[in-house]
């Protein structure tokens, strides 16, 4: 296993390449913005990740297909929050508190974690994965402490990749609340079709109408429908009815299966995967939206609660507290999977 420790010094408006053998390459770089970037290249594509800022992965291509939303960020963009730069793939969200917060919540959209700056970051290369590691300390007096340590585990000739986080309550005195999104910005595909391992059933559309969603009549009118069909949206087939952004949250997933699966079909011969053990994340999180600007199909959001905020966690019973000196590890396997 080769180890190789990234320092800020090793980012230039000129790419770089940090690595290369048969199977990757590693290649520093740095946006107009300032923000540090790094392409990590495999026979079917690539990922470009930011590793000092959240571990973000804010780009993915595999076999010449964009992972990606459509966005309004032409670059990373340095902020104290994920919406200074809402244009990535894939963010941490939370990690003391996670989602849209409602008034009785005292925290920024998404939480403290998703822009955090990385105290270190590190690739490991093995015979045939590429991993980058990063780690972020978090710790307020008289607050909570936490340990942080994001990965992301690329494969040869695979566009599939695994997303990990671990998560450590450094306070010796008191337990720390936990909630955690993986929160990935899949591209919408114009009439593709979603399946998974679980029944629709499982699912029902958000009931609340969060602060930054404003809701048009027509819009109001199709929610009241698919309230009325308990329809949850498999195929993509009528964006016209996506903006504002559709929702729907699952119940508890480890009444159903142990792993849970979904597959967002492009056509006949490409797909998406999203996997994840349901010990882990017991909530899934469906997200719609088709404007100009934003277009998006994020088919499985896997969370340990629903993004309504920590004090609907609370409320639900889904909010973990995190005992003094415990640890937490969470794993989503994504990507094109053919």
């Known amino acids: 296993m080769k180890t190789i420790k990234l320092s800020h010094q090793m980012f230039s408006q000129s790419e770089f390449e940090l690595y290369q053998d048969d199977n990757f390459s590693a290649k520093t770089f740095l946006y107009p913005s300032g923000v540090e970037g790094l392409r990590l290249t495999n026979q079917r594509g690539e990922l470009v990740v930011l590793p000092f800022m959240g571990l973000i992965i804010w780009d993915a291509v595999f076999d010449g297909i964009s992972l990606k939303m459509k966005d309004m960020f032409s670059q990373p963009l340095p902020g104290k929050g994920i919406a200074d730069t809402y244009g990535c793939f894939q963010f941490t969200s939370g990690l003391l508190g996670n989602g849209t917060p409602a008034p009785e919540d005292d925290y920024q959209l998404h939480g403290e974690f998703p822009t955090s700056k990385m105290a270190h970051a590190y690739l490991t290369i093995g015979e045939d994965t ?151 994340f017991p909530i899934v999180t469906r997200w719609l939206l088709y404007n100009a600007d934003q277009q998006v199909a994020a088919f499985a959001l896997p969370g340990t609660s629903t993004p309504e905020g920590k004090a609907a966690a609370t409320k639900a019973g889904t909010l973990i507290m995190l005992e003094p000196q415990a640890k937490r590890h969470f794993s989503v396997t994504t990507g094109l999977e053919k």
């Open 130 to 280: 590429l991993t980058i590691h990063a780690d972020f300390e978090y710790v307020k007096g008289f607050g909570d402490h936490y340990l942080s340590e994001p990965s992301v585990i690329m494969r040869a000739n695979s566009g599939l990749f695994d997303i990990n986080l671990d998560v450590t309550n450094l306070s010796h005195a008191q337990a720390m609340p936990l909630q955690y999104m993986c929160h990935m910005n899949y591209a919408y595909a114009k009439n593709a079709h979603i399946e998974q391992n679980l029944p629709d059933e499982a699912f029902e559309l958000r009931q609340t109408v969060p602060a930054h969603v404003h809701p048009t009549d027509a819009w109001l009118a199709y929610n009241d429908q698919l309230k009325a069909s308990g329809e949850l949206i498999n195929d993509l087939t009528d964006e016209a009815h996506y903006d504002p952004e559709i929702v729907f949250f699952s119940r508890d997933l480890t009444q159903y299966t142990d792993e849970a699966e979904f597959r967002m079909h492009l056509d006949d011969s490409h797909n998406f995967l999203t996997k994840f053990k349901t010990e882990q």
